[in-house]
């Protein structure tokens, strides 16, 4: 299994000297799409384009021609986290990614077309892939994104799983053979508040270090292409947010990088020992 971050594309070559494999970034709604994609020439890093309009893939794939970016080195994820994110219904998601799937087969494209997450694995999030894979091509990549159900130290899957492997076996019942990645997963540092009396409860690096060891090593066993860390670096912006703190690099009040955080080693060590 490989290894990604969401984010970060301005950042290549520490990418690859933390064991990045790849970078799933965010294809631009409007602006010229060839520096986009120039960037990660000659880059031993991979690119996940996700396409939050199926109208740009087109110009997606002629920048990718253009500069001569690998195929394989690419893929062209669709729609992200329908309809919250995305706000597009079941049918309009299905119309979109067999438009880009269309257009990659029709110009002989060798990378891969993925179909974009759920925000969780919970009951509505099945019920959303139930209704839509089984009219997806066999050959689509299936993404699925994993944030805890609840408040973050209790690492709980979505009901109606009751582990993270029964929340995974319930996702290839409804993709079958077809390839999976989690495009999405991470865990924040802000202020979580539980309890009567409230307590506040605080993840540590050391604390999400273990997390993403144990995840990447049950997503590896599970077969999963690769997995993607949200996210390159924390959002000054939102200093206390939980938007702003799933970063692997702390940053100061300017939204310099400061540092690389512990759970970053995760993306290499998960690979060291077995589990």
């Given at each position: ?33 060839l ?8 880059s ?7 396409l ?8 997606l ?35 979109g990614?067999?438009?880009v799937w ?9 990378g ?34 994993d944030y805890?159900?609840?408040?973050q ?13 029964e ?7 409804i ?5 999976l ?9 802000a ?49 206390t ?10 940053v ?10 512990k ?13």
């Open positions: 299994m490989l290894t990604y971050c969401v984010f970060g594309e301005q950042h290549l070559a520490e990418a690859a000297a933390l064991g990045i494999d790849g970078l799933r970034v965010d294809v631009p709604a409007d602006s010229d799409l520096p986009f994609v120039r960037q990660f020439v000659g031993p890093v991979a690119a996940d384009f996700l939050h309009d199926p109208g740009r893939a087109p110009e794939l002629e920048a990718i021609r253009a500069t001569e970016l690998p195929d394989e080195q690419t893929s062209l994820e669709v729609y992200n986290e329908p309809p919250h994110k995305d706000p597009v219904d079941e049918d309009t998601y299905i119309e990614v067999l438009e269309d257009e990659c087969h029709d110009r002989g494209y060798r891969t077309v993925i179909a974009g997450a759920q925000m969780n694995l919970s009951f509505d999030a099945m019920r959303w892939y139930a209704r839509t894979v089984p009219d997806l091509p066999t050959d689509i990549t299936v993404a699925f994104h805890p159900w609840g408040i130290p209790t690492d709980l899957p979505w009901p109606p799983a009751r582990t993270h492997q929340a995974l076996d319930n996702l290839r019942k993709t079958g053979d077809r390839p990645v989690c495009s999405e997963f991470g865990r924040h540092m202020i979580e508040i539980t309890g009567h009396p409230p307590l506040e409860l605080r993840l540590t690096e050391d604390w999400i270090y273990r997390c993403y060891l144990d995840r990447l090593r049950l997503f590896a066993e599970n077969d999963l292409v690769w997995t993607a860390i949200y996210q390159w670096k924390d959002d000054f912006q939102q200093p947010s939980s938007e702003g703190l799933y970063g692997l690099h702390a100061d009040a300017q939204g310099t990088e400061t540092r690389a955080k759970q970053a080693e995760a993306l290499v060590d998960w690979r060291r020992w077995p589990r």
